[in-house]
């Protein structure tokens, strides 16, 4: 059973940076694509940026040249680098994973807040 804990949210301003970590433990190494998801008030959650393996990255139009994904696996961990913060950008970001099997996980999220 794969575990995902979030990590680095918290209170920013607007232009400011913060770094999300995702830590997995418990058959990690059937993982072969992670991303991040966020999920704003009265908002439907959605996508921000994902990795595969090869280290193959995706981005949401929103975050193109802002954000950046990447992962660590010998640390067994996934960040979101996340620059030029905006107001927008206001979601609880959840880590996410899919194994070999199609099996989904999902951690339980950590709030961003940028004020302006």
């Known amino acids: 059973q794969v575990q995902l804990v979030e990590s680095g949210g918290g209170l920013v301003q607007a232009g400011g940076s913060l770094r999300l970590s995702c830590a997995a433990s418990g058959g990690i190494f059937r993982i072969n694509f992670m991303a991040w998801y966020r999920q704003a008030p009265g908002k439907q959650r959605e996508l921000v940026a994902n990795?595969?393996?090869?280290?193959?990255?995706n981005y949401a139009d929103s975050v193109k040249g802002r954000f950046t994904i990447s992962r660590d696996n010998a640390k067994n961990t996934m960040y979101l680098q996340m620059n030029s913060l905006e107001p927008e950008d206001t979601a609880v970001y959840y880590c996410?994973?899919?194994?070999?099997?199609?099996?989904?996980?999902w951690g339980k999220g950590t709030l961003v807040t940028v004020s302006s």
């Open positions: 996410y994973a899919r194994n070999i099997n199609a099996y989904v996980y």
């Open positions: 990795i595969a393996d090869g280290d193959i990255t």
